[in-house]
């Protein structure tokens, strides 16, 4: 693997055509950086797509994927249940390995200056990169969509960080950031009650007084005839996972249910499950030292 | 990495001359196999050196090594305080990755052959890799160690799988095996009373009724004034390291006792660590695809 990986896991505004979500794909990779994975939604016409590469590498895929989405598609004919402002809509860049958040901050911008010149796109930065705390969060950047975009940057509170201040006439605008990996984690509960996973999820999660990096629902899971609170974990360094699953555990056996099972919906940074086993073992850390395959890996590198 | 790996876990009877063990190490090594650790111990004189590659490396590096040894080292002139009947003592072979336990089988019985044809040396099959039941147990064929070799080999029972009906004369005999990877795992009791430890390891242990690939003992921490129940486990595929702990602790609890910390001593595979993550998230099964840097490491390769 490269020394230095960032992630970038950008969302378009096209989950139904196929051949169009290839096509950006492919103006994405390249050698230097890889696909590992695209998902598309009809129902929400809209796809997310992971790349990741070498910082360069991630930098010169991203601008070959905005070019080509901008290219392909065009947001006045879109309609779909996720909300969006831009053709290509959100990208996000994470740090993997070697590669801290500061660095991911400053790629961003770059990222974000290119974009704006090159395809005279207007562009917000959000979460760690943004340039104010109100444009911290992604929703409020993206509320009225791209039918109210016009409008709202007429706002100097809206005034975009890079780009002009009207809106691409077929692409909009987008927003572009530095985070922590995501992890999407549901766990079940042994009850067909939805409220107990209401209950559950209202007091794991950090807008209601839970953990800081924890976002949570209640869901119930018709099928099978049980509930889930469904979860993304936004910094599993500062949250881990263990301990969000002991925390609805425990919870959730105040109403006397139990945990069936979990699931994780996409993928999990090796280090965090690394940080779930050393936590239940009760070792003081496990790092990639004490690992084999790690060892061996390093040996050869 | 390599696609297929295998391990080897070599011990030579040398762990006082540092330049002999480290002219052993040198020879072991070569473009297809690499070692990736060696330690000595004095009061032991016996060095443990892990040697991981592709299974022809691995066989080119453990002949490369044991022609070294016997070139080096002369047991007519070894004390030390760990039994032991060869100059290469005993050479296990561990499946890793894209290799199953036959092939390691077929590597020993091939590599035993080739080292008491090229260097006239007696070899037992051990392990996995046995020819009879009682030449499972390496303590069984090593009883007597190398003073009491030349006798001991003109039982019938005890007539080499391969190599000649008597001693090498400054190498002994060398004991080479497959078997599954060892986890050297210990834990520390919340208690100076040694009894603890002594009655958790029992009851933990295959040999007094336990866990099938279980052995354990219990030793006091005279400096810390806890302590610890020591244990190696021998197929972490089939007693998982988290049932282990979960058994240990709750037979500690019987007498009041909390655990304290764990330790490993040495490597743990990855998919132990997996494993032990998935018991704990409930999750149905933690396979490399859900983890971020193993896809990453797929798409790449």
């Known amino acids: 693997m490269w020394d230095r990986v960032v992630e970038s896991v950008p969302n378009i505004s096209e989950g139904r055509r196929r051949e169009v979500v290839e096509a950006v794909v492919a103006a994405a ?44 598609i065009d947001l006045r004919k879109h309609t779909g249940a996720h909300p969006r402002m831009g053709a290509v809509d959100v990208i996000p860049f994470i740090p993997v390995r070697g590669v801290e958040m500061e660095d991911c901050i400053a790629l961003s911008r770059r990222v974000g200056e290119k974009i704006a010149q090159e395809f005279d796109l207007p562009v917000y930065l959000y979460e760690e990169s943004a340039s104010s705390p109100q444009r911290r969060d992604l929703a409020a950047i993206r509320k009225g969509e791209f039918e109210g975009l016009a409008e709202k940057m007429l706002l100097p509170e809206w005034k975009p960080d890079f780009g002009p201040t009207r809106p691409h006439p077929s692409g909009g605008a987008v927003a572009v950031g530095a985070r922590e990996f995501l992890i999407a984690y549901n766990i079940e509960l042994a009850t067909s009650d939805l409220s107990v996973a209401k209950k559950v999820a209202r007091a794991v999660r950090h807008s209601s007084g839970g953990l800081r990096y924890v976002k949570a629902l209640g869901f119930p899971l018709e099928e099978k005839g049980v ?20 925390l609805v555990k425990r919870e959730a056996a105040r109403y006397g249910v139990n945990v069936l099972r979990s699931e994780l919906v996409g993928m999990i940074p090796r280090q965090a499950v690394y940080d779930v086993a050393a936590a239940c073992l009760q070792l003081d850390s496990l790092t990639p030292d004490y690992v084999l395959e790690d060892r061996i890996e390093e040996a050869l590198s």
Not at 41 to 68: C, Q, S
């Open 29 to 72: 990779d390249g050698p230097d950086r890889k696909v590992i994975d695209f998902s598309m939604d009809a129902d929400h016409n809209r796809a997310v797509i992971t790349l990741v590469g070498t910082p360069a590498g991630v930098e010169e895929g991203i601008l070959g994927l905005a070019g080509k989405t901008l290219e392909l």
């Open 227 to 246: 509930v889930q609170v469904s979860m993304n974990l936004t910094n599993f360094k500062k949250t881990p996972v263990i301990r969000v699953f002991e």
